[in-house]
Nanobody
Framework: QVQLAESGGGLVQAGGSLRLSCAAS????????MGWYRQAPGKQRELVAR???????EYAESGKGRFDVSRDSAKNAVYLQMNSLKPEDSAVYYCYVDVDTLDSGIFSRGDHFWGQGTQVTVSS
């Protein structure tokens, strides 16, 4: 099993910044990707940004130029720096990880695990 510990959400005024952090722990062979999704009330969960094991990153169009995702491989951690926040960025932000695992001799590629979510609220 893999556990994800998130921190950094909160309330901020429009135009402000927040930094989300997430650290993975538990039993896994390799992290293929880490990143962030978000879900606003009444909407589907959507990708915000993720970084792959080769260091490449991808962003949702809504966050390009404002958000920066980074990863610390030594700490099995991923960070999301969010700048110029807008009210429409308000949502529960979920950390996720894509890992390869070996459990009881069975190899599994690309298992996904999720954090419990952290609330981000941007006031206008």
């Amino acid at each position: 099993q893999v556990q994800l510990a998130e921190s950094g959400g909160g309330l901020v005024q429009a135009g402000g910044s927040l930094r989300l952090s997430c650290a993975a722990s538990g039993s896994f062979l390799e992290i293929n990707a880490m990143g962030w999704y978000r879900q606003a009330p009444g909407k589907q969960r959507e990708l915000v940004a993720r970084v792959h094991s080769d260091g490449s990153a991808e962003y949702a169009e809504s966050g390009k130029g404002r958000f920066d995702v980074s990863r610390d491989s030594a700490k099995n951690a991923v960070y999301l720096q969010m700048n110029s926040l807008k009210p429409e960025d308000s949502a529960v932000y979920y950390c996720y990880v894509d890992v390869d695992t070996l459990d009881s001799g069975i190899f599994s590629r690309g298992d996904h695990f999720w954090g419990q979510g952290t609330q981000v609220t941007v006031s206008s």
